[in-house]
């Protein structure tokens, strides 16, 4: 997957002088052809309809690293009125978990894959990050994330673990992993 983060006056609603017809954003979708025949999987990060500002996750079926990948954004369609998004299709590739932290649509400890490893949210607050979504966490450890066992995130031989994580106060993270 990759992440589609940018911001343009184009992309907001239409009630704020952008092109965009649904106030979510739903509108909004990718192709990897410019017929838009050949419709990319993609999760909603984030979408501000005042100001255009959206992150979007596209599954891209190859990237190249010798040549330019051409991604397709097609939106405007005044018909759209519920979300075409794919989530469980962005992470189907051997993720086991991914969580966004302050998703309002779909809850702070929502998880998006197919293996809807929820979490419970323990105080942690939505936040906008450097692009789309974040979670506030106070410090004192009062403010966590606790997600279920689940055989679905416990492999028998390599594991891969990602966080993007900004330690501004000088707090050290401490991921407690069982």
């Known amino acids: 997957p990759i992440l589609s983060a940018v911001t343009y006056p184009y992309l907001a609603t239409a009630a704020n002088g952008g ?10 979708m990718f192709s990897s052809d410019a017929a ?6 993609y999760e909603i990060d984030s979408y501000n309809g005042t100001t255009g500002a959206v992150a979007y996750w596209v599954r891209m079926p190859v990237v190249s690293h010798t040549n330019d990948t ?12 519920t979300s075409q998004e794919n989530r469980a ?36 607050l939505p936040a906008a990050g450097i692009f789309g979504s974040a979670g506030t966490f106070d410090g004192s450890g009062n403010t966590f994330l606790d997600i279920p066992s689940s055989t679905s995130y416990k492999p028998t031989s390599t594991l891969t673990l990602e966080a993007w994580v900004n330690m501004g106060n000088g707090n050290t993270f401490y991921p407690n992993i069982f």
């Not at 838009?36 to 999987?41: F, S």
């Open 19 to 28: 092109q965009i017809q649904n106030t979510n954003g739903y509108d909004i």
């Open 36 to 41: 838009g025949h050949n419709k990319l999987d």
């Open 70 to 81: 051409t991604l397709y954004m097609w939106y405007g369609n005044r018909y759209i009125a």
């Open 89 to 124: 299709g962005v992470w189907s590739n051997g993720y086991a978990g991914v969580w966004h932290f302050g998703t309002p649509e779909s809850g702070i400890a929502a998880d998006s894959t197919v293996n809807a490893n929820n979490g419970i949210n323990h105080e942690v």
